[in-house]
Each structure stands twice: as C-alpha cells, then as structure tokens.
C-alpha cells in the first residue's frame, strides 16, 4: 500500500505539484538527509514566484527571489527567463540588494527533456542575471551550463560558460 | 519550364539531406553506460544528472538513480557491473577467449645458409622420406669406415709379410718398423 501510493506520488508529482504551492521546501529537504526508504523521492517542480536562486556570475548578487517566471504557467524551466528581486549581494557589485533584475535559469534541479529523449537534472536551481535585451551583466559565469540555452538563443550566457553539460 | 522545376526539386532534395544529417548528428545515435549499474543506455532512454561540481553521471533507469542519491555503493550491489568485476565473476571466461587469438604460426623466411627454397623443401619432407635420407647417410658413413678399416688392415698384413720375408736378413731395423704402423693402425682403429 506504501508502495503504491509513493508510486503514484512520483507520477503526480511533475504535473500537479506546482498547483499544491510545495515549492521551495521540498527541495530544500535535501539529500542529505538521505534515508534509504524510498518514499523520499524528491518530487522537483518548477521555479515559481518566492523560489530562492543562486546566482552564478560575477555580478555582484549572491542570492535572487523569483518573483515572476516569464513565459509559463506554470512557473520557469531550464533555460526560461525570469523576473527576480536581488535578496543577497557582495558589497561592491554591478547589482545591489532589492534590485529588479532579468535572469536565465541555467541550472534547475527539475528535469528537464532532451530532443534525443533523454532527460538532464541539476543539482540546484540557479540563475545568470541578464539585461532586458537579453545580455548577460557580468562577465564571468560559473559552473556547468546545458546546451538548452542555445536554442533559447542565450548564446552569449554559453560563450561565458566554463563547462558545457 | 519544366527544366527550372527539375532544378527546385533537386536542390529541395539535397537540403532535405543536409538537414537530416545535421539531426542525425544532433540525436544520440550511440548507447553509453549507465554509471551506476554499467548497463547499456539505449537512445531515448535513461537520465542525466550534472552535479554542481560539473560531473555528469547517467543512471540508466529512475532505479539507479533513486540508489545514486540514496548513497548506496553499486559495489554492494550484487546485479552491478562493478560488483561482478570487484568479485571477479565471468572473468575466467574472457581469459579463455583471450588465450585462444594468440597462436604463432612458422614464420617462413630465408637464412644466411638456407635459402627460403630450401628451408620449405626441407619442412614439406615427408618422414618417410627423411628416415631413408638419415638410413642413406649412415650407411655411407659405415661404408667409409669399413673402407678404412680393410685398407689398414690390408697395409698391415702387407707390412708383417714383409717383415716374415726379411726375418732372415735382419729382425732389429724392422722391430721398430712394424710398431710404428701397428701403432698408428691402432690409433686409426679406435
């Protein structure tokens, strides 16, 4: 009976979560609580309005509130962009706290399809800020980056990447 | 007329097969192996995790996935690639397989002393044939060898002849003679 539910859980969990609200905590109870039961499978939504990014380049922010996903109805997608408030940022940067500011999700713990049909995941949700035209603000961007942003035409977010996944 | 629509049609035609080269190459078209389980991940099929450290790990199925996360070691695992190599299952198999590509074969080449002719004259001698050679050459070597023998002996019984002849006249001068070929027949002999 355990079973069963859990695994109509993982099943309802990409299409009808995102209607519960369970957003950011769910992923927050990470793995590393990691219990060997598997009921603890991680269902991983979208990024919606109040989720917590990370921001990956060198532009002066740390930490970003989503405050609206562009484009889905849903909430936002690997390679979608987002509208987001500056929570947390270094002393001396481009970006100061409270800020509005347009960013591309490039990393998203959600998965998401390749053409081959394949699916890829990330460890975390994070985000490169970018202007209202599209460019990235900083200058540098960290971590792995998916090919997804190439058809987003985000080319220049890949061009600053270090590492292609 | 209808020369410019042949002309369209072809062109349409090769960009047709340019485009789907180019999403052939795009699509996997190749299987890759599953980092947990070492299974084969078809095309279409399994799910690729990037860490934040930019490791990529490809778990063929949610199973292999759900144990990657979970922390288990696949070396603990029974049905896992690692575990069968850790604890050394099919191995004698391989060995065997292995053991069997490496014959040597007679590597046919000529020598200084033997040309290549030669060489295979000699090695497609059937035995027979070499047992009759080999019996021909010891024969020989018999023949020469009696032939020495009766020649010495010949000389010997020519030399005590004379000596029997010339007992009369002088027996100290030809004492040391017929010791001298005896000795030497003798050398001869062994």
């Known amino acids: 009976m355990a079973a069963s539910f859990a695994s109509r859980c993982y099943r309802v969990g990409r299409s009808l979560m995102d209607g519960l609200q369970n957003f950011s905590n769910l992923p927050s109870t990470s793995r590393e609580m990691a219990c060997g039961s598997f009921l603890y499978q991680q269902q991983r939504t979208f990024i919606q309005m109040r989720t917590v990014l990370k921001v990956v380049d060198n532009s002066g922010a740390k930490k970003v509130m989503c405050i609206q996903p562009l484009k889905g109805k849903k909430g936002a997608r690997l390679g979608d962009t987002i509208i987001a408030s500056v929570k947390e940022a270094m002393p001396n940067g481009k970006v100061k706290k409270g800020k509005v500011v347009y960013g591309v999700v490039v990393r998203a713990a959600m998965q998401r399809g390749r053409c081959d049909g394949s699916e890829v995941k990330f460890d975390d949700n994070a985000v490169a800020l970018v202007d209202k035209q599209g460019q990235p603000i900083g200058t540098r961007v960290f971590g792995p980056v998916p090919h997804e942003l190439r058809q987003k035409k985000h080319v220049k977010i890949l061009t600053l990447a270090g590492h292609i996944a | ?190």
């Open chain 2, 1 to 190: 007329m209808g020369a410019s629509r042949k002309r369209i049609t072809e062109q349409h035609r090769l960009e047709y097969k340019f485009l789907t080269l180019i999403e052939e190459w795009m699509y996997k078209v190749w299987t890759e192996l599953c980092r947990f389980s070492g299974a084969k991940i078809y095309p279409g099929k399994g799910i690729r995790f990037v860490r934040s450290d930019s490791q990529v790990f490809l778990f063929s199925n949610s199973k292999c996935k759900r144990y990657f996360h979970n922390r288990l070691k696949p070396s603990k695992l029974t049905w896992t690639a690692m575990y069968r190599k850790q604890h050394k299952k099919d191995i004698a198999q391989e060995a065997v397989r292995k053991r069997r590509r490496t014959t040597k074969k007679p590597y046919s080449r000529s020598i200084v002393g033997a040309t290549l002719e030669v060489i295979q004259k000699k090695r497609s001698e059937k035995p027979e044939v070499r047992d009759a050679a080999r019996e021909a050459a010891l024969r020989e070597i018999k023949e020469r060898i009696k032939k020495t023998k009766d020649e010495k002996k010949a000389k010997k019984a020519e030399v005590v002849a004379k000596q029997q002849k010339t007992q009369g006249k002088g027996n100290v001068p030809k004492g040391g003679a017929p010791k001298g070929p005896k000795l030497g027949g003798g050398g001869g002999k062994r």
